[in-house]
């Protein structure tokens, strides 16, 4: 009898250790530049969920296999059990990022052609019914050459008052380069468009992660990617990190304490761990610049779990084959200069 109730026991903490390891996690990015969303259950060496296109909406089946280091190859089928295409990539969860992030290639079946795949975790923690759905905007113009592609949240399931605030907010955030983008377009000379590469075309488009959500604080990040010519698009960051109980839109300075010299902190701790990451992509004087002691180089940053987020944009802090960058601040580091009263996504 004793055996049998220590076998059992074995078998019910194996059993629990394999829940346990189980991870369940939301991706919002992009096959072949089209949005998608994603959902990935993470098993051991087991990988399974289901992911759409946000403008299609239509729910397509993923399963594979994820090795120790990250490496995924998963199997794309529609509701028929067809298979409709592969993905494979790489799982990542670095010190220095908000979540997981993925990457890769999607093929079609018995095809060599490949789109790139890009995709990064959405931090969502309602308790209350609180959700996000993806609202659109295009735009196209083939006299003058330009289209724009816009996507932002639209939150909805919290309070009805401080949803209406936060989605304004958020639509005139992730709209704001549009109105400039398009008058730029729209002044392009019948020189300018035969000057422009055949077969290409001026683009805007923007893009948007929840870093961080719960009943409390909303943060998001925008990323506006805008090509115009030349050998590569410009990217940039844009972000809104909002309160839920006031209904007012967090600035940077609201954070700390009157008086305290946070950006010294902030820019001190950046510069120390950009320099420990970057090596040949940037030197000291490029960082220092960078992520000095000025507002207008934190002027995107982001409430997270981990800590308080700073995104530089390509070029800010290193060359632009490294990418944007982001460092993120233990809220421990911050803790003699926050304020007590401000709610945050780690507490």
Known sequence: MLKNKLILSVIFIIAMAFCVSAQTKKFSGYVNGIPVQMTLTRDGEKISGTYFYTRFGKDLKLTGTID????FKLKESDA??????EFTGKWTEEVFQNGAQLSGEW??????????????????????GGKFTTKSFAEKNKPKKFEISVDYPVLSGVNPVMETKFNQLAKMRAMSSVTE????????????????????????????????????IVSISFLLSEYTGGAHGNYATETLNFDLKSGKE???ADLF??????LKKLSDYSISDLKKRLSEMSDDEWIKNGAGENVENFA??????KGLMINFDPYQVAAYAAGPQTVIIPYSELSGIWRKDMMFAGK
Not at 80 to 85: A, E, F, I, R, Y
Not at 257 to 262: D, H, L, T
């Open 68 to 71: 120790a280091e990250g490496n």
């Open 80 to 85: 028929g059990g067809k298979t409709t295409g």
């Open 107 to 128: 093929r079609k079946p018995n095809s060599d052609e490949s789109s790139g795949f890009i995709a990064s975790e959405q931090i969502i923690e309602f308790t209350n």
């Open 181 to 216: 983008f398009r008058k730029a377009m729209m002044a392009q000379t019948t020189a300018d468009l035969k000057s422009f590469p055949a077969g290409m075309t001026n683009s805007l488009g923007v893009s948007y992660n929840i870093e961080f959500a719960n009943e409390n």
């Open 250 to 252: 967090i600035k940077l």
């Open 257 to 262: 304490q009157p008086g305290a010299k946070y």
């Open 300 to 305: 995107s940053w982001n409430l997270t779990k």
